[in-house]
């Protein structure tokens, strides 16, 4: 028995076949993402239809990876958390240090809690005051009850 066999199947790179067609959705959605956020192109929101479209495909692929490949659940979470988790640090790290520094404007430096609520993925307490921003997108946005933005 080899090294190899030890593993388990999705982290052997030579049985795990790359979806290639799902990367050119991913491009897709992406696209739908800057279109909705850099143009002014009214009747669809694209920003919301490119996210849900990543979304539906993320699902479509650890349904995959879970029930079909037969993955197991708690390597599955740990490669995961692994993959996700670096970025958002260094995200909070940068979005503490701007903060620090007044950006965005109007908004309270983040502290440590709200950091911390957030590097466990802690909901509740948003990042940036979201609902400040959120507040704010909509005045600016919808000034007249408009819902295309």
Not at 73 to 81: E, S
Request: proline share 7%; with cysteine; charged share 15%.
């Amino acid at each position: 028995m080899d090294a190899r066999s030890s593993q388990p199947p999705l982290l052997r790179h030579e049985d795990h076949a790359r979806t290639a067609y799902l990367d050119g959705w991913r491009g897709v959605s992406i696209l739908l993402v800057l279109i909705g956020h850099f143009t002014g192109l009214p009747a669809i929101r694209w920003g919301q239809l490119g996210v849900e479209l990543f979304f539906a495909l993320s699902g479509r692929l650890m349904a995959q990876i879970l029930f079909v490949d037969g993955f197991p659940l708690r390597p599955f979470f740990a490669r995961r958390f692994s993959r996700v988790w670096p970025g958002l640090l260094v995200l909070v790290l940068v979005l503490m240090a701007l903060s620090s520094y007044g950006w965005p404007p109007g908004e309270a430096p983040i502290d440590g809690g709200t950091a911390l609520a957030t590097l466990g993925l802690a909901w509740e307490r948003p990042l940036v005051g979201l609902k400040t921003a959120r507040a704010a997108h909509t005045a600016a946005c919808h000034p007249a009850g408009d819902d295309n933005c």
